[in-house]
């Protein structure tokens, strides 16, 4: 009874089996042929489906390619070929004839892989640059795109109120456009100095008078390159000229003390260390001046190969820092030599090196920008020559100034923006950018209070800014500071607008 019961259901299991087997149909679902169509719409028209309109190019069009491709039968029909003919009938064995195909593509069609090759060609990809080629353009207008990625300035980073328009705005006609020069310099008693072509003016700030120091007429192509106070006191003002020689003069006074030479060429840095002027001139080298003596000549110092473009001295006065066109940056102690050379010697600059400047806040903190084509300022440690940080702020570095009441560093830039830009330090987070200038930004100067910068541009302007004025100070501290004179000694005083 048992058996009888198995047989039974294995008789009904296969029966059923065998039935479903036999009604089984090669017709899909509708679904699945849909998306089979798909696919294959996909593959014959390619992966990129993005409109209906494609004109293709007949300059980037292989026209014998073409015609050959289109001529070309299927594969399969290739393949139904290949099973008819036998292996010792054909001329070509199969091993060889990729190597064959791809020969006698390349001798008639120009073209070695045929089967990445297209009928239309849509678009032309450009020619690949030369390995050696560099663009300038590149590099001088690659701001834009760089300055649109990047957040923009906090305003958080400060809690003090920082006007971003001037707060005075005066003419400087003739004021050289020359990356190389350092025409402007701020006592501490409060009087600017300011080289117009082959003449220094000197702008009392809390009266607002003008005068006219010197004229340096020394030809037609004669002009003064640079200009600084003594550290201490407002009294003398270094002036140096095109021609080599440095001059110095009692403000008080009026006259000439003395001139000093020891160059061949212009003189476009001065920097002061008591009393040693160090001079940087475009003959390559440094000197050292004691001005105290007769014999002023101390040192001579030659390690840049091109023009010396920036000075400063530390607030201790135990190192010079000096950078050329030659993209060096150096630093030298006080009793360096010609023999003994600099102390360190850094070439990671791209470009000229003029902004220098030491940190009121950190000793043996020194602050670099580069050039054109470097547009980076570096941090330095001084005491062991390490590189703290680098920043690349997308436009050329044409001077820094330290915050002496907060840890800041201002920087003004040339193309293609000409603005000053204001960075929290160490961070380097950008605190404010301040735009009005229409040509770069070639000198900035702090004033005796350390409340206010200015600027002067390509754009024969100087601007005053009131960046770096404490929380504490007073509103009236700047009106009093630059209260309009009615003084008209020269034209300068009538351009105050």
């Given at each position: 009874m048992t058996r009888s019961v198995v047989d039974y259901e294995n008789l009904l299991e296969n029966s059923f089996t065998d039935a479903n087997k036999s009604i089984k149909t090669s017709i899909r679902p509708r679904w699945e042929r849909k998306k089979m169509?798909?696919?294959?719409?996909?593959?014959?028209?390619?992966?990129?489906?993005?409109?209906?309109?494609?004109?293709?190019?007949?300059?980037?069009?292989?026209?014998?390619?073409?015609?050959?491709?289109?001529?070309?039968?299927s594969s399969d029909s290739n393949e139904d070929l290949q099973k008819v003919v036998p292996?010792?009938?054909?001329?070509?064995?199969?091993?060889?004839?990729?190597?064959?195909?791809?020969?006698?593509?390349?001798?008639?069609?120009?073209?070695?892989?045929?089967?990445?090759?297209?009928?239309?060609?849509?678009?032309?990809?450009?020619?690949?640059?030369?390995?050696?080629?560099?663009?300038?353009?590149?590099?001088?207008?690659?701001?834009?795109?760089?300055?649109?990625?990047?957040?923009?300035a906090n305003a958080k980073l400060v809690t003090r109120q920082i006007p971003t328009a001037p707060s005075r705005i005066l003419?400087?006609?003739?004021?050289?456009?020359?990356?190389?020069?350092?025409?402007?310099?701020?006592?501490?008693?409060?009087?600017?100095?300011?080289?117009?072509?082959?003449?220094?003016?000197?702008?009392?700030?809390?009266?607002?008078?003008i005068q006219e120091l010197c004229s340096f007429e020394n030809g037609p192509n004669a002009h003064i390159s640079s200009v600084s106070w003594v550290q201490q006191g407002g009294a003398h003002l270094a002036v140096g000229t095109s021609s080599g020689t440095t001059q110095l003069w009692d403000v008080h006074a009026g006259k000439q003390l003395?001139?000093?030479?020891?160059?061949?060429?212009?003189?476009?840095s001065l920097a002061w260390n008591r009393h040693i002027l160090s001079t940087g001139s475009r003959d390559t080298t440094i000197v050292?001046?004691?001005?105290?003596?007769?014999?002023?000549?101390?040192?001579?110092?030659?390690?840049?190969?091109?023009?010396?473009?920036?000075?400063?001295w530390s607030p201790d006065g135990e190192m010079l820092a000096s950078g050329g066109n030659d993209n060096l940056l150096c630093l030298w102690d006080s009793a360096a030599s010609a023999r003994s050379g600099p102390r360190f010697r850094f070439t990671?600059?791209?470009?000229?090196?003029?902004?220098?400047?030491?940190?009121?806040?950190?000793?043996?903190?020194?602050?670099?920008?580069?050039?054109?084509?470097?547009?980076?300022?570096?941090?330095?440690?001084?005491?062991?020559?390490?590189?703290?940080?680098?920043?690349?702020?997308?436009?050329?570095?044409?001077?820094?100034?330290?915050?002496?009441?907060e840890k800041e560093i201002l920087s003004s830039h040339g193309y293609a923006r000409n603005q000053l830009t204001l960075w929290k330090y160490p961070s380097m987070s950008k605190i404010k950018e301040f735009e009005g200038h229409t040509s770069r930004v070639l000198f900035t100067a702090v004033s005796p209070d350390g409340g206010t910068v200015m600027s002067a541009a390509a754009d024969e302007?100087?601007?005053?800014?009131?960046?770096?004025?404490?929380?504490?100070?007073?509103?009236?501290?700047?009106?009093?500071?630059?209260?309009?004179?009615?003084?008209?000694?020269?034209?300068?005083?009538?351009?105050?607008r």
């Open positions: 169509q798909q696919q294959e719409e996909r593959r014959t028209l390619g992966t990129v489906i993005g409109g209906d309109r494609f004109i293709p190019n007949r300059a980037g069009m292989n026209m014998d390619l073409c015609k050959h491709l289109m001529r070309t039968s292996d010792d009938v054909k001329a070509v064995s199969d091993d060889k004839k990729s190597m064959y195909a791809s020969n006698l593509s390349s001798a008639l069609l120009g073209v070695e892989d045929v089967k990445g090759s297209r009928i239309m060609s849509y678009q032309e990809k450009a020619p690949a640059p030369k390995g050696d080629t560099v663009n300038n353009l590149n590099i001088l207008y690659s701001a834009s795109a760089a300055a649109a990625r990047q957040p923009k003419d400087a006609p003739d004021l050289m456009n020359d990356y190389y020069l350092n025409l402007i310099s701020w006592s501490d008693t409060n009087i600017l100095a300011v080289a117009l072509g082959q003449t220094v003016f000197l702008w009392d700030a809390g009266s607002g008078d003395r001139s000093m030479d020891g160059h061949t060429d212009r003189v476009g050292q001046h004691d001005v105290r003596v007769a014999r002023h000549n101390t040192a001579v110092l030659n390690t840049h190969t091109q023009e010396i473009c920036g000075l400063a990671d600059h791209q470009a000229a090196v003029k902004a220098l400047a030491w940190s009121p806040h950190e000793r043996h903190l020194l602050a670099s920008g580069g050039g054109t084509a470097d547009r980076t300022i570096k941090f330095w440690n001084s005491h062991t020559g390490a590189l703290l940080n680098s920043i690349d702020t997308d436009s050329q570095v044409c001077s820094l100034q330290w915050n002496p009441h302007t100087l601007r005053f800014w009131d960046i770096f004025a404490p929380a504490h100070a007073k509103k009236t501290t700047h009106k009093e500071i630059y209260s309009v004179g009615s003084s008209s000694k020269t034209s300068w005083t009538t351009h105050i």
